[in-house]
């Protein structure tokens, strides 16, 4: 089942041909990108990330109660749970992430990571932009650099796969699209439920419109050519980018990257059921579908527990139980299943996988039994292509307070990124983005 803007349209096999292309014309402003080849890509050596898929933790994981735990600390800095052993020799995880330390050879982690801000969209515009200032309007996100470098195919370059842009109750990041750039660069949206139905809500209806009586089956696959012709008559009279936008909406390759029921039952129960698993499930196919960029984000709303939210990281009360019941066995089941995934098809080699948020918790446990916002220092999990698997980057003092190794700041991150997907310094330096940051060759095989 597809859902367009607030239209629910049954699907035979993913989405209808019908629904597409009555998406189409009026989803075109959102979704126009800039005409850009591959030139640079093919001029030079190919990147050794074809695509990246970046998860983002929205809120700020506890570092000390995932990858970064402090088993000797006092009692109120270590909290409750205890270290567990990894496949990596001399280092623990936390015991809430059990998969994830079964498979720490498949994955480089950065403990030295820094931020600025103590305030959410701020340092999410920092995290998500690879700034090390705020500035107005704000420098492009990651993602919109690789779009815009790697220009349009059959899907957008850069998409984002969550309930919604990321934010607060206050407001939203202004750093997680095209910023500086505009609107053009920013990404296209996908919701993605936790039985694996795909939305994408900012698409709207043709005037005069609807999609009453699709859910006969029979019905729509008799039409589906008759609007295929309508449309391809219609389309001569659009300009180029409502054509960009047709053939987005209609082409095959969207349709089938987008249709999650063509994964067996056995692949979906892997990813678990829950929003954040079955986004992780849809960017590997977004992945197969040759999208650079997909930024998978763990919630819109930052806050853990506050009415009307989404069950961010923001685990100021109940952190402790949340990592135990709800967000230790989410993220553990769901990243695993997604190295397992890439690896099995071959695509972990060509696919750079980043996971982090925007900063890490207080060391010391507070008044609420939960811990506060920590910028000073926190974890980043790589993986895939160019990454040195199995290896341990920078290291925190006795309580996990600060980096006792050079830190990696968000600039130092979207540098590695970009270089790993194929935008070196000098194309970094013409588009004045990271143009003075520094590539964590630690991190690189």
Known sequence: MLTVGSQTIQTCAGLSRRGLLLASAAAAPRVLWPELSQAALEAGPPPRARSVILLWLWGGPSHLDTFDPKPLAPA??????????????????????????????????????????????????????GANELT???????GAVLGRVRGYGALPPFVAVGRGPVRDVV????????????????????????LGEVEIPALELLPGQTTAGLSDRVRLRSELDRLQR????????WDGGYQRAYELIASPTARQALDLSAESPATRAAF????????????RRL?????????????????????????GWDTHIWNFEMLQDRHGPILDRALSALLDDLQ????????????????GRTPRINGQMARDHWPGCYFSLWAGAGIRAGTVVGRSDPTASAPVTPPVTPRD?????????????????????QANARVVEELLA
């Open 76 to 129: 109120d800095v270590r909290g409750p749970f205890s270290s567990i052993a990894t496949r990596t020799p001399g280092i623990s995880f936390a015991e809430t992430l059990p998969r994830l330390a079964a498979r720490s050879d498949r994955f480089a982690l950065c403990r030295s990571n820094i931020n600025f801000p103590p305030g959410h969209l701020e340092a999410g515009t920092l995290g998500l932009s």
């Open 136 to 142: 107005n309007p704000p420098e492009p996100a990651m």
């Open 171 to 194: 407001g939203l990041v202004t750093g997680q699209g095209g910023g500086r750039w505009g609107s053009a660069h920013d990404p296209f949206r996908l919701k993605c439920d936790d």
């Open 230 to 237: 309508q449309a391809d008559r219609r389309i001569e009279a």
């Open 272 to 283: 678990g059921a829950s929003s954040f698993g079955q986004s992780c499930l849809l960017a």
């Open 287 to 311: 992945v197969e579908a040759g999208v650079p960029f997909i930024q998978v984000n763990w919630s819109s709303y930052v806050e853990a527990i506050t009415p009307n939210c989404d069950f």
């Open 344 to 359: 099995e098809r071959g695509l972990d080699q060509s696919t750079l996988v980043l996971a982090l948020g925007e900063f």
């Open 413 to 433: 991150v979207a540098a590695t990124v970009l270089e790993l997907a194929g935008v070196p310094l000098t194309r970094r330096i013409e588009l004045a983005v």
